[in-house]
């Protein structure tokens, strides 16, 4: 069974980096197909695309926020981090991470975690 | 980067009606499509992937239809625990979302 579950700060300070840990269970990042995605979504609103890496630790992030992105993989310990670099209010979201099968779905995901930016 | 609208952004309907929700890709996206729903609270749950085919334990209320540009989430007979969010997303380059629908009680 696949299961996820995203920590961190629940409060950063705007131009504040925040550092995001997924931590996994049910499936190997060293397999080939597998991936870790990051998503987000801001109180009320839509769900918003962050970055994605992929078992050969290729990385994609979106092109909005792909200057703020970074996306890396800890395989021993199945974990992948996200850092998103000067934050700012309208960067307060629930922050949510989900695998990404070999067809690219995202069919598991964690339970999300609710960052706020303010001073 | 490819853009999806999905409309409409918010439904009124009644237990029992029949719900269609409209997804459109800003390119073709072949049939790369799934939609979530998701509760006030918690984490989207994948209902539909390809554009067609139902995800495991997903009620038979639910399908989906569409390939290229335009695809469609339809509940045949929309029950009281249908009452939520739904977000059509495309996974053929990188991962986009919709701006989601809210499906509310009439």
């Known amino acids: 069974q696949i299961t996820l579950k995203e920590s961190g700060p629940t409060l950063v300070k705007p131009t504040q980096t925040l550092t995001l840990t997924c931590s996994f269970s049910?499936?190997?990042?060293?397999?080939?197909?597998?991936?870790v995605g990051w998503i987000r979504q801001p109180p009320g609103k839509a769900l918003e695309w962050l970055a994605l890496?992929?078992?050969?630790?290729?990385?994609r992030y979106s092109p909005s926020l792909n200057n703020r992105l970074t996306i890396t993989k800890d395989t021993s310990k199945n974990q992948v981090v996200l850092t998103m670099a000067n934050m700012d209010p309208v960067d307060t979201a629930t922050y949510y991470c989900?695998?990404?099968?070999?067809?690219?779905?995202?069919?598991?995901w964690g339970q999300g975690t609710l960052v706020t930016v303010s001073s | 980067d490819i853009q999806m609208t999905q409309s409409p952004s918010t439904l009124s309907a009644s237990v029992g009606d029949r719900v269609t929700i409209t997804c459109r890709a800003s390119q073709s996206i072949s049939s790369w499509l799934a939609w979530y729903q998701q509760k006030p609270g918690k984490a989207p749950k994948l209902l539909i992937y390809?554009?067609?085919s139902l995800e495991s334990g997903v009620p038979s209320r639910f399908s989906g239809s569409g390939s290229g540009t335009e695809f469609t989430l339809t509940i045949s007979s929309l029950q009281p625990d249908d009452f939520a969010s739904y977000y059509c997303q495309q996974y053929y380059s990188r991962w986009t979302f919709g701006q989601g629908t809210k499906v509310e009680i009439k």
């Open positions: 890496i992929y078992w050969d630790d290729d990385k």
């Open positions: 049910g499936f190997s990042l060293s397999s080939n197909g597998e991936g």
């Open positions: 390809l554009a067609s």
């Open positions: 989900a695998h990404r099968d070999a067809n690219n779905r995202g069919d598991y």
